[in-house]
């Protein structure tokens, strides 16, 4: 395999035609929504007075006066992750076959590509949907190794905190180059459904078959694209921020020169601006990626041709 020659061929695919930017956008393999909950060191003198058990009964207080608007929200996060991720399965295949077609030199569009997405969705909503219960399953198993750690840290009980902190430690190990291969046996399994028309698990099955017999090729491959990855982004990241320095500029000079409303006007019309450039640049850097995948996938099991010899035969 020409690994150079398909980052370039998929570099030059995703550059040409930029309607995969918009689809990569919403084909991701997961999307995370993270909350964080601080609380200053700074405030401990001014509430050492308050017990755990008092804490808790204002935090169960505030939920009870608040029941409504965070079922509310709880219900509105939970519906948009849900139609999100639905949409995912659809541009996830529109994506592949995209990528594909274009590597194949046919002529394809985005009208195309959807229609491609929809008639894969249902096998490759079932791998995704079997993706997110596997990740999940491991995340909630560690994740609740290590609340076991900290309040048996906090009890006292330290045998049994440094026991599950341990165990704890062995899996997440462990997980690692699981998640590594079963991340990529996802990848190409999105590729076997939609190329091949197959079902979610055999599409699976046909993933997890070429990783073994082609396990070299995969691996290296998967090295490539984690460090062409991180240098697109991290090109993409250094420019985003160079742009923000004359945003916060413009923003600073607004405010000095007619207030904050001035300086917020400011700010929110060329933030907007940056997000929307942010945002498309992000989907390019995954277009690239995918499309290093699925021409990829399409040359994994080549083989290698003897060199031809011009020697002429003895007579």
């Known amino acids: 395999m020409d690994y150079l020659q398909i980052l370039t061929r998929a570099l030059a695919i995703s550059w040409r035609h930029k309607y995969l930017w918009l689809l990569a956008l919403f084909a991701g393999e997961a999307t995370t929504i993270g909350t964080t909950f601080q609380t200053g060191s700074s405030s401990r003198n001014s509430h050492s007075n308050l017990s755990g058990q008092a804490v808790w009964s204002q935090l169960t207080n505030w939920v009870g006066a608040h029941a409504a608007l965070l079922w509310t929200i709880g219900i509105t996060v939970a519906l948009l992750c849900v139609a999100l991720f639905v949409l995912s399965a659809v541009a996830n295949g529109a994506l592949v076959k995209g990528g594909a077609e274009h590597d194949a030199e046919r002529p394809f569009g985005l009208r195309q590509a959807w229609s491609a997405g929809v008639r894969s969705f249902w096998p490759v909503l079932g791998l995704k949907f079997f993706a997110f219960i596997v990740f999940a399953s491991l995340a909630i198993v560690i ?61 699976f099955r046909t993933a997890l078959s070429l990783i073994w017999r082609r396990r070299g090729r995969v691996a290296l491959f998967w090295l490539l694209v984690v460090v062409a990855g991180i240098v697109a982004a991290t090109v993409v990241g250094l420019g985003l921020v160079v742009a923000a320095v004359p945003i916060v500029a413009l923003a600073a000079a607004a405010y000095f ?23 498309t640049l992000v989907g390019g850097v995954n277009a690239f990626t995918s499309t290093c995948w699925t021409v990829a996938y399409r040359r994994f099991d080549l083989q290698t041709q003897p060199a031809v010899s011009t020697q002429p035969q003895p007579a």
């Open 143 to 203: 994740g609740g190794l290590g609340l076991m750690t900290i309040v048996f840290g906090a009890s006292g009980a330290v045998g049994a905190a440094v026991a599950t902190g341990l165990l704890a430690g062995v899996l997440l190990l462990a997980a690692i180059p699981f998640f590594v291969v079963f991340g990529v046996a996802i990848v190409l399994g999105v590729r076997v459904i939609v190329l091949e028309g197959k079902g979610a698990s055999d599409g």
């Open 257 to 279: 020169a007619g207030g904050w409303l001035l300086a917020l006007a400011t700010g929110l019309g060329f933030g907007a601006a940056w997000l929307i450039v942010a945002v």
